[in-house]
């Protein structure tokens, strides 16, 4: 799961909550680390190579990365190749992708829509990540 808080003059105010999926430990994935990192980037648009290669295979849409060294961005989209160009399928948002397992390849990944509420709302260099167990 995943929350967002807003600190506020008489306390803490939850802004969103959702569910959200983790890094798994794998030959090409890596665990999301835990701890309370800082947001430092916002990319709309968060390329990925493809597991063992060097080759660009999709993009994270809505991805805001933090001083861990993972995103927190949307649901993954896979290019696809039409005569050898690749094209934007456009972005897709399933629930298979999030879940209760680790299935990111080191970020928390969201539902595209609340990726994209996060990437509005987070202030770079003013907001925390937390990732706990």
């Given at each position: 799961?995943q929350?967002?808080?807003?600190?506020?003059?008489?306390g803490?105010?939850?802004?969103?909550?959702?569910?959200?999926?983790?890094g798994?430990?794998?030959p090409?994935?890596?665990?999301t680390p835990?701890?309370?990192?800082?947001?430092?980037?916002?990319?709309?648009?968060?390329?990925y190579y493809?597991?063992?290669?060097t080759?660009?295979e999709?993009y994270?849409?809505?991805?805001?990365?933090?001083s861990?060294?993972?995103y927190?961005?949307g649901?993954p989209v896979?290019y696809?190749?039409i005569?050898g160009q690749?094209?934007?399928p456009g972005?897709?948002e399933?629930?298979?992708?999030?879940?209760?397992?680790?299935?990111?390849h080191?970020?928390?990944r969201n539902y595209?829509?609340?990726?994209?509420?996060?990437y509005?709302?987070?202030?770079?260099?003013r907001?925390?990540v937390?990732?706990?167990?």
């Amino acid at each position: 799961n995943q929350a967002a808080f807003h600190i506020e003059p008489d306390g803490i105010r939850l802004v969103s909550y959702t569910l959200a999926t983790t890094g798994k430990k794998g030959p090409y994935s890596l665990e999301t680390p835990l701890g309370i990192y800082m947001a430092i980037q916002k990319r709309d648009r968060f390329e990925y190579y493809g597991d063992g290669t060097t080759i660009i295979e999709g993009y994270a849409p809505y991805a805001v990365r933090f001083s861990g060294g993972g995103y927190i961005h949307g649901v993954p989209v896979n290019y696809q190749v039409i005569d050898g160009q690749r094209v934007d399928p456009g972005m897709k948002e399933y629930l298979h992708t999030i879940g209760t397992e680790p299935r990111s390849h080191m970020c928390v990944r969201n539902y595209t829509s609340h990726a994209k509420f996060i990437y509005d709302w987070v202030e770079i260099g003013r907001s925390a990540v937390i990732v706990i167990e």
